[in-house]
């Protein structure tokens, strides 16, 4: 039974360019959830998606920042034209129905460095 | 909002010693709480959460937290801290949106050393 999978685990982007980011849920689970932890930080909330719907992108930055959840595959958050103060580990977290209820399974992360 | 706050930033205990870890919400209603440990370069690992009923919570590897009301707390409690405890732990609070709780704010973390 495997947990939540990220890859790439380390991503090295030069200034400008995208960073592609993978997520597939533990199985049976239809929610997923992005986070990011910036350096001495906590987790900060990013979007949270279901199947082919965004329901909640507060805390995604307006620009260069999108993410998608399609109807097959994993969960996809891209970054254009990165910068390096978006160097960070960025985490994937999925639950099954997205109730209060329910635990939130992490990923390992992509940590993702910008030189 | 809902926030949390996590007063220590480091603690150091030695092995054997009794450990607890602090926790502060904001929240306007019956929070959902959550406690998870990250280990150097991996994820997160949910350790216990309280969503309502006992107020004391038992949780893996030997951990409890107590949720007080009244003092808006949900502190993380271990009697005898193993070497292997040694860790980052970080205190979650539940947040609603459009009437479900779907998304965590966490708190800026407690990272826990342990001497032998």
Known sequence: NAGVMQNPRHLVRRRGQEARLRCSPMKGHSHVYWYRQLPEEGLKFMVYLQKENIIDESGMPKERFSAEFPKEGPSILRIQQVVRGDSAAYFCASSPQGLAQETQYFGPGTRLLVL | ?116
């Open chain 2, 1 to 116: 909002a809902q926030s949390v706050t996590q007063p220590d930033i480091h603690i150091t205990v030695s092995e054997g010693a009794s450990l607890e870890l602090r926790c502060n919400y904001s929240y306007g209603a019956t929070p959902y709480l959550f406690w998870y440990v990250q280990s150097p370069g991996q994820g997160l690992q949910l350790l216990l959460k309280y969503f309502s009923g006992d107020t004391l919570v038992q949780g893996i590897k030997g951990f409890e937290a107590e949720f007080k009301r009244s003092q808006s707390s949900f502190n993380l409690r271990k009697p005898s801290v193993h070497w292997s405890d040694a860790a980052e732990y970080f205190c979650a609070v539940g947040a609603e949106y459009g009437g479900a709780t779907n998304k965590l704010i966490f708190g800026t973390g407690t990272l826990l050393a342990v001497q032998p």
